[in-house]
């Protein structure tokens, strides 16, 4: 039997504008869930460690895509993956994670929480920090630390537009070193100047983008050569459109990647939508790590 000490929710109330507060309320009430509300920036974090500690074994978080990373991070910290089972309330600007789960609104979002099917999903590391969707050094990542907070308030998704169309007036690519090791040890090597790394976890950027299998303990990688913008137009048309294969491309699968920039700068980077800078990381998998309750709709791995 259930007891309500089980369950706990994180909430973060100002999330997507915060005008689904009162309605998370009066469903964490119906289905027993107490609520924990976040204060400042990082205290999901905490609020998570202390959910591990009081034996909390259904953890719910009720926010974006950063909330969701500040509690993997605690729980991480915690050592609590084995012994906690994460909950995904859909309530941020772009809620890719639970989209991907087969979450769409808050009431679906608590009845998979109470009676969901649990699966084992891989967790990203970007050096000794967890990522659940994806990392991403280059121009994206410096779009979305340019979308603040207010901006994504004010704008929703159209921030990100916005933010992109401004960075990339500034942004003079990245020249870097990347070593990847696939499944069966096969190592490869890209060296070059790029405008985008994207190393998905449960997302993916090529063909025609989406959810990744999260289950499969592998990263999907996506480097983006720096080209005109002409070309660079025309390669994603290619790519996206038409999904034919375009020769300033690379995509391969890799259980873990070292990343070098070669400018002996840091590098930003966006992990889950939290922007960290490194000059050197190694980004590898968990497999199975994260305990996570999925709705009907969720496929490992849709295609």
């Known amino acids: 039997m259930t007891r309500e000490t089980d369950r706990r929710l994180v909430l973060n109330p100002t999330s997507g504008g915060g005008t689904h507060v ?10 027993g869930f107490p609520i924990v509300e976040t204060e400042y920036a990082g205290h999901g974090t905490d609020l998570a460690e202390a959910a591990a500690a009081d034996g909390v074994e259904t953890l719910a978080v009720c926010g974006g895509d950063g909330t969701l990373h500040e509690v993997v991070q605690g729980l991480v910290t915690a050592d609590a993956l084995d012994s906690v089972t994460l909950c995904v309330i859909p309530a941020g600007t772009e809620n890719f994670f639970a989209r991907d789960l087969g979450i769409r609104d808050l009431a679906t979002g608590f009845e998979v929480a109470a009676e969901g099917e649990t699966r084992r999903l891989d967790l990203g590391v970007a050096g000794d920090e967890p990522f659940v969707l994806s990392a991403i050094a280059g121009l994206p990542a410096d779009a979305s630390a340019a979308a603040t907070h207010d ?4 704008l929703g998704p159209v921030a990100f537009v916005v933010a992109g169309i401004e960075e990339a007036l500034d942004f003079d690519g990245l020249r870097v070193e990347i070593d990847a090791v696939d499944d069966d040890g096969t190592e490869r090597e890209w060296v070059g100047e790029a405008e985008a790394i994207l190393v998905g976890n449960a997302r993916k950027f090529a063909e025609e983008g989406g959810q990744a299998d999260a289950e499969d303990g592998l990263l999907e990688v996506t480097i983006i050569e720096t080209l005109p913008a002409r070309d660079a137009l025309v390669e994603y048309v290619e790519q996206r459109v038409f999904q034919w294969e375009t020769d300033h491309v690379t995509e391969l699968h890799a259980r873990r990647l070292d990343f070098e920039s070669l ?4 590098v930003t980077f966006s992990l889950d939508g939290e922007i960290r800078e490194f000059e050197e990381v190694t980004l590898d998998t968990r497999p199975g790590a994260l305990g996570v309750k999925v709705g009907d709709d969720y496929e490992s791995n849709p295609e």
């Not at 400018?263 to 840091?266: F, L």
């Open 151 to 154: 901006r994504k308030n004010s």
């Open 22 to 31: 009162e309605r998370v309320r009066d469903l964490a009430d119906e289905y």
């Open 263 to 266: 400018d002996g700068e840091p």
